[in-house]
C-alpha cells in the first residue's frame, strides 16, 4: 500500500468515533436531497427561469446550482441539529445558490471591477449587473435580504463583508512568491467567515463563543477543501498549503478531534453526532475522490463542490452577459 494512502486510511480511523450517526445520514440522504431539491424548485428555479432566457445554458446552471446546495445542505442540516434550532430550508437554499454563483463569478470572471462591486453588494446591499448571472445573483440576495429582514447592522452583513475580503486576497494564492504563512491565513479567512456567514442566515444572534466555534468549524472545513482540491488547484495554479506539501488529512482530522470536545461542551455530547458525522462522511469522500476518483460520488455528502471547468467567463477574463446575442459563452456555474 502507498505510504500516504496508509497515513491517510489511519487519519480516518482516529475519527471513527465521530461516526456514530454517519450510517443513519447514509440512510436518510435522499430524503433530505428531496426536500433541498423541492425548496430549490420554489425558492432559486423560479428567478433562475426568468433571468436566463436560453434553455442550454440555463440548465446547467440549474444543475450546478442544485448539486452545490443539496450536497452543503447536509453540513448546514448537520449543524442545525447540533445548535437544536429549525431549520430555514428556504434560506439554506438561496444562500448556498448564492455563494455558489458569487464563487464562480469571481473566479471565473474576476477583476477589480467585479470585486469592487461585489464588495458593495455585500457589505452596503448596491449592486449594478452588468451580466444575466450578476442579474441572477443580485435577484437571489435581494430575495434572501427580504426573507431575512435583518438589519444593515446585523453580524452576518460584517461576516459577509469579512469572508468577500479574503476572498478578494486569494488571487495572491496564485503568486509564487507569496510566503506560506499568508497562503494559511487566506484559506482560514476565507473559511472562517465563510461559514460564519452562511451558518448565521439560519442562526440569527450567534452569541461570541458560538461565533467563534463556528469560525473554527469553518477553517477546518476549508482545510479539507484545500485537501480534496490539492490536485485540479495545482493545475490551475493555486497555492495552497495542500499544494505546497504542508496540508494532510491527517492535520483535518487532528484538527476535528480537538475541535469534537469544543463543540460537546457548547451544544452537548449527544447534540454534536450528526454534525460530526457528516465531517467524517465529508472526510471519507475527499478521501474517495482523490485517491479512488469516482467512488466517492456515491456517498452524499461532500465539503467541496463539484467542478464544472471555466463556463462564466468571457475572452480575456471579461464577463459575457448570459443569452446576449454575440453568441458566445453563456453561463453554467
Known amino acids: 500500500m502507498d505510504a500516504a494512502i496508509g497515513s491517510e486510511l489511519c487519519a480516518l480511523l482516529g475519527v471513527i468515533p465521530m461516526a456514530v450517526a454517519a450510517p443513519r445520514i447514509v440512510r436518510t440522504a435522499s430524503r433530505q436531497a ?6 430549490f424548485e420554489n425558492s ?29 445542505g447536509f453540513v448546514i442540516s448537520g449543524y442545525a441539529t447540533m445548535a437544536d434550532i429549525p431549520l430555514a430550508v ?17 473566479d471565473e470572471v474576476g477583476g477589480p471591477d467585479l ?23 443580485d435577484r437571489m440576495y435581494r430575495e434572501l435580504e427580504g426573507r ?9 452583513y460584517a461576516a459577509a463583508a469579512a469572508a468577500h475580503r479574503f476572498q478578494v486576497r486569494s488571487r495572491d494564492q496564485r503568486d509564487p512568491a507569496t510566503p506560506h504563512a ?33 469560525m473554527d468549524i469553518g477553517e477546518t472545513l476549508q482545510m479539507l477543501d484545500d485537501y480534496a482540491d490539492r490536485d485540479s488547484d495545482r493545475r490551475a495554479g493555486i497555492r ?39 465531517c467524517f462522511l465529508a472526510m471519507c469522500v475527499c478521501f474517495l475522490d ?28 471579461e464577463a459575457t452577459p448570459v443569452g446576449d446575442d454575440r453568441g458566445h459563452a453563456t453561463t453554467s456555474a
Open 148 to 156: 431575512l429582514g435583518r438589519r444593515r447592522d446585523d453580524p452576518l
Open 44 to 72: 432559486v428555479l423560479p428567478l433562475l427561469e426568468s433571468t436566463i432566457t436560453e434553455a442550454e445554458p440555463r440548465a446547467r446552471l440549474a444543475e450546478s446550482l442544485l448539486s452545490y446546495a443539496t450536497k452543503s
Open 90 to 106: 428556504d434560506i439554506a437554499v438561496l444562500g448556498l445558490a448564492f455563494t455558489r454563483l458569487y464563487d464562480d463569478l469571481l
Open 182 to 214: 499568508t497562503l494559511a491565513a487566506i484559506s482560514a479567512g476565507k473559511g472562517r467567515y465563510g461559514t460564519l456567514t452562511v451558518f448565521a442566515l439560519v442562526r440569527p444572534d450567534l452569541s461570541a463563543r458560538e461565533r467563534t466555534l463556528v
Open 240 to 278: 495552497t498549503l495542500a499544494t505546497e506539501g504542508r496540508l494532510g488529512l491527517a492535520d483535518v482530522a487532528r484538527r476535528l478531534r480537538h475541535l469534537r470536545p469544543r463543540l460537546a461542551a457548547h451544544y452537548g455530547r449527544g447534540s454534536v453526532r450528526e454534525f460530526t458525522g457528516v
Open 290 to 317: 482523490r485517491r479512488l476518483p469516482g467512488l466517492g460520488a456515491r456517498l452524499p455528502v461532500k465539503s467541496s463542490h463539484p467542478d464544472p471547468g471555466p463556463v462564466l467567463a468571457g475572452e480575456a477574463g
Open 34 to 39: 428531496a426536500l433541498f431539491t423541492r425548496e
Open 115 to 137: 470585486e469592487r462591486r461585489l464588495g458593495e453588494l455585500v457589505e452596503h446591499g448596491r449592486f449594478t449587473p452588468v451580466s444575466d448571472a450578476e442579474r441572477l445573483l
